[in-house]
């Protein structure tokens, strides 16, 4: 499936990712696939359901950051564009899929849960995916994030690849 490590800091924010897509147990990996994209102010991690992920990272309409309060713009203008890309393109949840979502937007993210709810966590840290706890785990022993992503690429079978790291405004940590 998926690893994804996601940190935020005081102003900015780190995105880690592998690059094997994993598909009835057999692993795909192109370099023209990623899982982290970058549209204007927007940074997007998907996991889970390749279609749904596909659907809001490939073919989605973002709505014009307006700079307000970034939760409420969350919640009110990004989430209902969302469920509309998922609902124009026939994309539907099934009982058995999942999707989550990491968005970065203006030095802050956003995790975005499968019944499209807005989390935001005070640990600053984020992981999606079947390596994500593996990832975290590293990561609070001391690990760098690109050493949380070696361990959980390491031990899950559904992770691998290159490792795709996307960066936003100023690391401090």
Partial sequence: MTTIIAVQYDNGFVFAADSQITENERPYMH??????????????????????????????????????????????????????AHDTTGTTLEKDDGFSFLIGLDNKIYYIAEDYSVLRTDTGIYTMGTGGELALGAYHSGATIIQA???????????????????RGKQNG
């Fill in 149 to 167: 992503m070696r361990t959980a690429i390491k031990f899950d079978v559904n992770s691998g690849g290159k490792i795709q790291i996307v960066k």
């Fill in 31 to 84: 370099s023209d696939v990623r899982k982290i994209t970058e549209d204007g102010d927007y940074v997007i991690a998907g996991a889970g359901n390749a279609r749904l992920c596909d659907v809001v990272q490939y073919g989605w309409k973002l709505p014009p950051y307006d700079g307000t309060d970034g939760y409420r713009f969350m919640v009110s203008k990004v989430i209902p564009e969302i469920k509309k």
